[in-house]
Nanobody
Framework: VQLQASGGGLVQPGGSLRLSCAASGSIFSDMAWYRQAPGDRRELVARITSSGTTTYADTVKGRFIISRDNAKNTVVLQMYNLKPEDTAVYYC??????????WGQGTLVTVSS
């Protein structure tokens, strides 16, 4: 299984960013985005099942949208109204149908004026 994440960068507060993660090498069930800020534990941001059911951390509800393209094995995190506290390294995580987890490399999101 290989994962390729992209889309991080520097954005001003209130701005938007789109993260994308392309997975290959298996058929995947759940797909998710996590983040880890300096000194903090890695935390779940959003998760989406193969049928499209979504779960969000309370801190991002109403601002972030997770989606997936099953034909392309891609999961996208669209982030709106970004805040400085959203600054972190974001990681995609996927599960195979056997529920084996795989992590992608992180992509840095920095929200700062």
């Amino acid at each position: 299984v290989q994962l390729q994440a992209s889309g991080g960068g520097l954005v001003q507060p209130g701005g938007s960013l789109r993260l994308s993660c392309a997975a290959s090498g298996s058929i995947f069930s759940d797909m998710a985005w996590y983040r880890q800020a300096p000194g903090d534990r890695r935390e779940l941001v959003a998760r989406i099942t193969s049928s499209g059911t979504t779960t969000y951390a309370d801190t991002v509800k109403g601002r972030f949208i997770i989606s997936r393209d099953n034909a392309k094995n891609t999961v996208v995190l669209q982030m709106y109204n970004l805040k400085p506290e959203d600054t972190a390294v974001y990681y995609c995580k996927v599960y195979t149908n056997g529920y084996i987890p795989y992590w992608g490399q992180g992509t840095l999101v920095t929200v700062s004026s």
